[in-house]
């Protein structure tokens, strides 16, 4: 027969350190859950959802703005690469309502996601940095003010960043 010499006082001590460590753990997990919800909005992917829901297939539609033309006196250089690549601030896509825009967009973000082919332009542009890719798309016409007001782009961003990122997540 053997017996087992335990400190009591310090086993009870241990497992009460064990059982706070638990519920803090608990409570940071409670706290993350409360501010992402808090974040999110029922209606923020709803105008990225249309779009998909209409176009399954761009077939070569938008290849342009990945591969453009040689250059001729009959095009204009757009120079999407280029400013994908550089440190320019703004690329402007303009154009009358129903004309694709949202959906040009919706086929850049999915062209620069990791292993498409714009993703090699925006790893060049953010070396050595890890790229991240975040949406929103802002709806005129919507009838919830979130989808059209800056509010709403912020949470939808944030709301996506710290999903994404479980250390920046537990840094807050």
């Not at 087992?4 to 310090?10: A, E, G, N, R």
């Not at 399954?56 to 290849?63: I, N, V």
């Not at 154009?95 to 990791?114: H, R, V």
């Not at 925006?122 to 989808?147: K, N």
Request: with cysteine; proline share 5%; aromatic share 10%.
């Amino acid at each position: 027969m053997q017996l087992l010499s335990v400190d009591l006082p310090s086993a009870i001590k241990k497992g009460e350190s064990n059982i706070a460590k638990e519920l803090r753990g608990q409570k940071d997990d409670t706290l993350r859950v409360r501010l992402l919800d808090a974040l999110a909005f029922p209606e923020m992917h709803e105008r990225r959802n249309m779009i998909e829901g209409r176009i399954t297939d761009f077939g070569d539609t938008y290849r342009w703005i990945f591969y453009p033309p040689p250059r001729n006196d009959d095009y204009k250089h757009h120079g999407f690469v280029d400013w994908l690549r550089g440190d320019q601030s703004i690329f402007w896509v303009g154009g009358k309502p129903g004309s694709g825009k949202s959906s040009l967009m919706e086929y850049i973000c999915q062209n620069l996601q990791a292993g498409q082919v714009g993703s090699d332009h925006l790893a060049a542009w953010a070396a050595p940095h890890p790229v991240r890719v975040l949406s929103f798309w802002f709806f005129r016409p919507a009838t919830t003010r979130l989808l059209k007001s800056l509010e709403g782009l912020w949470r939808s961003l944030c709301h996506q960043n710290l999903v994404g990122d479980d250390n920046l997540l537990r840094k807050i």
